[in-house]
């Protein structure tokens, strides 16, 4: 007898984990800032394109509606980030459960126990694919098919032979490159909604007995071999009696790439302490993968501005807040002269530490040649500096009313309350 695929260990592995009340209490914060950043995304060029192509499809089409509230979750870059798997579990997995529970009449538990198994196997499957992948890969949009096609088995109750094959037709959909980056274009909606959407396609085709590679992860004309120089395969499986990953997942205060904020958080400490207007020269030192996502000294565009470490140190030094209005035309302008003094380069300890730890050093050089220094181990939102449920809620709220939202406390209480397992709300 062969051993079990991978994909099987997965499906094993994350079945017999034991979910805990708080454990449903922290996927409900997780759910609310997914969501909430969905209806935000209504508010955008991108979300306007996507909410006219909506009006094209069958409401009752669970698939569809995945990949329309998937692409909105990650057009403003405020939703969650998994350092570890540098996968942003929450646009793809919740999309994808949400559509499914609302078809399926499934109520809170059931659903947030499907957040917690898609947020697991898109995290575990983003941990082994190696550092390389994230080079030319992104991947939310590679590794979260996998997360979402768990998320819609849980919810089907599809049993273990039936999950492996929605797991494996979710894999081979899997796609996503950063060439949107050199152009600014809309494309990193797109991931995040077709990943969703493959999930949900994949399970639901499971459900009918439609087959799909057991070993599509590491067979030799598979997933890791196709994409992988550098894989890790037993990141899949390894410490199976750890939190859930879902615990371990970052919540971004800033409407920036995740990559910028320990320098935000940084810069806005020296803003405490620099006099307005004395700044001569700034430093940012932080680890490769910020440096090959977000080094962009002219920003052109508010999305451009979101990826440049630049433009976010400028910011976080200027403005009291950095919110939306930070990366808009005005601020690009007001910020342009100070973004020029800011230079960034990869330094240690950051280096190492990447990707279990994002952090970031900022220093500044005032006028008279004093330096000030402020480095951060961790970001904002991080496990090890985590949002309190009320800063999320407020977050939560900031975003519901961005996108239009008349009354979003009532909202904000309905989808926390599914921690109590009442019926999922439905969205305005």
């Known amino acids: 007898m062969s051993d079990p695929s991978l994909t099987q260990q997965l499906t094993e592995l994350i079945a017999a984990k034991p979910v805990a009340p708080a454990d449903l209490e922290h996927a409900a914060l997780l759910t609310l800032d997914a969501i909430a950043n969905a209806l935000a995304g209504r508010a955008s060029e991108p979300g ?116 492996v094959h929605a797991l494996g037709n979710a894999g081979a959909q899997s796609a996503g490159l950063w060439q949107f980056l050199e152009a600014g274009t ?7 909604g077709r990943a969703a959407e493959a999930g949900v396609l994949a399970a639901d085709l499971a459900r009918h007995g439609f087959t799909g590679p057991p070993t599509m992860l590491e067979g030799a004309k598979g997933w890791f071999a196709a994409t992988c120089p550098d894989p890790d395969p037993g990141a899949v499986t390894r410490d199976p009696d750890g939190p859930w990953q879902l615990l371990l997942t970052s919540v971004k205060p800033w409407p920036s790439c995740r990559h910028t904020h320990p320098a935000i958080d940084a810069a806005q400490e020296l803003r405490r302490r620099v006099v307005a207007g004395t700044v001569e020269q700034v430093e940012v030192e932080t680890y490769p993968a910020a440096l090959d996502v977000c080094d962009r000294p002219s920003p052109q565009s508010d999305y451009e501005a979101k990826f ?6 400028a910011a976080a030094l200027n ?64 496990p090890e500096a985590p949002l309190t ?36 709300p439905e969205l305005p």
């Not at 570890?84 to 499934?106: D, F, L, M, N």
């Not at 809309?186 to 995040?192: N, Q, V």
């Not at 500044?364 to 939102?381: D, F, N, S």
């Open 48 to 163: 306007a394109i996507l909410l006219r192509w909506a009006e094209t499809v069958a409401p009752t089409d669970a698939a569809r509606r995945a990949f329309l509230l998937g692409a909105l979750t990650h057009i403003l870059e405020t939703d969650d980030l998994h350092r570890t798997s540098v996968v942003h579990p929450g646009c793809v997995v919740v999309p994808a459960a949400w559509a499914v529970a609302t078809r399926e009449g499934i109520r809170g538990h059931a659903m947030l126990r499907a957040v917690l198994w898609g947020f697991e196997a898109a995290t575990r499957v983003g941990m082994a694919v190696g550092p390389s992948h994230y080079r030319l890969w992104h991947n939310t949009a590679t590794c979260g098919p996998y997360g979402s096609a768990m998320a819609t088995a849980a919810l089907l109750r599809l049993d273990l032979r039936s999950t």
């Open 186 to 192: 809309m494309t990193k909606h797109l991931h995040a």
């Open 308 to 313: 440049s470490l630049q433009h976010c140190v």
């Open 319 to 382: 403005r009291e807040t950095v919110d939306f209005a930070a990366f808009a035309e005005p601020a690009r302008r007001e910020l342009a002269a100070l973004r020029k003094q800011v230079t960034a380069r990869v330094a240690e300890p950051y280096a190492s530490a990447y990707p279990k730890a994002w952090g970031s050093a900022v220093t500044v050089t005032v006028r008279g040649g004093e330096r000030l220094t402020v480095w951060r181990t961790h970001a904002k939102g991080d």
């Open 389 to 424: 449920p009320i800063e999320l809620i407020t977050k939560a709220r900031m975003l519901m009313i961005h996108g239009g939202v008349s009354k979003p406390d009532r909202l904000i209480d309905a989808i926390l309350a599914l921690s109590d397992d009442e019926a999922l």
